[in-house]
Structures are given as structure tokens and as C-alpha cells.
């Protein structure tokens, strides 16, 4: 069932046998290792990711991207037109998520009200950003998006994970994450304007060579000792 799941909802390509054989299970990984990010995560660099825990690269793979198949559906990537309105849906999701995040700050909200909007925001802009960048099918745009989109899905300290941030600190973070939503949109406005040289079947490459890509590092870096 759950290889059905991935192979019919998830936002790659539709899995070939070859490419699914062994990535369309759950790892179990060694929380105490980590993987090297290489290419292998477009926009890595730049952004100044260098390693993911096995743990939170292991969510991502599994979770996020197949979760997110309620948005970024395989046939986002059939053409320009198609892949402008999922792009277009995205950021109207987080506009939506901004603007109540934003209500939520301007009335001076609870922790926990915050805590709520922040999340939300992180989520759709996890999914924009992953739309955006790491499916650009403009091949001379930014990555950049595609890394914070992705590795922004995880909460960045476990006083986030469990609520026990400040709310002066909480109120910084969630402000900082606006500013990169504001961002993203304009790096969306740049790469539209080359609608015309859109390539598709580029952009379909990427997205399915990314998760494969996660899938290898999990199985070669971060699986968990058999038991003895």
C-alpha cells in the first residue's frame, strides 16, 4: 500500500522499478549519525547546509515528500502553464499563512497561538520553496530555495520541537521567515518572467533525481546497525 501511495501521489516522477525497488519504505536510521550534503541537495551550498542529522533527512524523504502530494502533484510538471499554477496555488497558500501569522505577532498572540502560525508558515513555505527551487525548470535559476525549502519543514532546536522557546526569541524567528516568504515570492516573480523558456522535461529530471538522490544518502550513511 505504501509503495502505491508513493508512487501515485508523491511529487517525483512516476516510479520505475528500478528507481523505486528500495526507496519506497521507511529507513530506520542511526539518530546519532549524519549525512554529507552534497549536490545531491540543489542550493546546499549557498545556503550553508553542509550535514543533515539522519533522523531529520530520513523525515524529510519520508514525510515531506510525500505529504506535500496534496500540492505538488505529478502533473505540476507537464508543462509552463501547469507548473505556474501549482507555483501560483503555493504562494497563495502562503500568503495565506503569512497574513495570519502576521495578525498573530501584530496582536501580541500567546506562545502557543504563535507557535501554531509559525508552523504553518514553515510548512507552505517548505512546499514553495521545494516547488520553486528545486523544481525550477528554468535551468539557470537559483537553487537557493530549494535547500531552505526542503530543510525548513524540521524545527531548528528541540525548544521549538517541545515549546519551550521565548517568546521574544519565537517572535525574531517567526519575523526572519516572513522576510524569506518575501523573498521566495520575488525569486518566483524573476523566474516567471522566462515562461517562455521554460524547460520542462528538465525540471521533472530534478525532481525525481533530488529524492532518489535523499533516498541514497539515508541507505549509505545513515541506517542503523543490524542487532546483534
Known amino acids: ?14 516510479c520505475t522499478a528500478s ?22 541537495l540543489p542550493g546546499a551550498k549557498n545556503a550553508g547546509i553542509e550535514v543533515l542529522n539522519c533522523t531529520d533527512l530520513e523525515t524529510i ?14 502533473q505540476a510538471l507537464a508543462s509552463a502553464a501547469t507548473y505556474q499554477a501549482a507555483a501560483e496555488d ?18 501580541d498572540a500567546t506562545l502557543d497561538a504563535l507557535l501554531i502560525a509559525w508552523r504553518v508558515v514553515k510548512f507552505e513555505f517548505g512546499k514553495s520553496g521545494t516547488l520553486i527551487g528545486c523544481m525550477a525548470p528554468d535551468v539557470t535559476a537559483s537553487k ?3 535547500a531552505v525549502g526542503i530543510v525548513s519543514l524540521i524545527d531548528d532546536a528541540i525548544s521549538v520541537a ?6 521574544t526569541e519565537l517572535s ?11 523573498e521566495l515570492k520575488a525569486r518566483y516573480a ?39
Open 61 to 74: 524523504r519520508e514525510n515531506y515528500f510525500v505529504e506535500s502530494a496534496d500540492l505538488i502533484k505529478p
Open 90 to 107: 503555493a504562494l497563495k497558500r502562503l500568503d495565506a499563512a503569512q497574513a495570519a501569522l502576521k495578525a498573530k505577532l501584530d496582536a
Open 144 to 146: 537557493l530555495f530549494c
Open 19 to 40: 528507481a523505486s525497488a528500495n526507496c519506497e519504505q521507511s529507513f530506520k536510521v542511526d539518530p546519532a549519525k549524519s549525512a554529507t550534503v552534497t549536490d545531491w
Open 190 to 228: 524573476e523566474l516567471k518572467k522566462n515562461a517562455a523558456k521554460f524547460d520542462m522535461p528538465a525540471a521533472a529530471k530534478q525532481r525525481t533525481a533530488t529524492f532518489q538522490a535523499m533516498c541514497t544518502a539515508v541507505q549509505k550513511q545513515c541506517l542503523a546497525a543490524p542487532p546483534q
Open 162 to 167: 517541545n515549546g519551550s522557546i521565548a517568546k
Open 172 to 182: 525574531k524567528r517567526a519575523k526572519e521567515l516572513m522576510k524569506k516568504t518575501d
Open 1 to 14: 500500500m505504501k509503495a502505491t501511495i508513493l508512487c501515485a501521489l508523491a511529487i517525483l516522477l512516476p
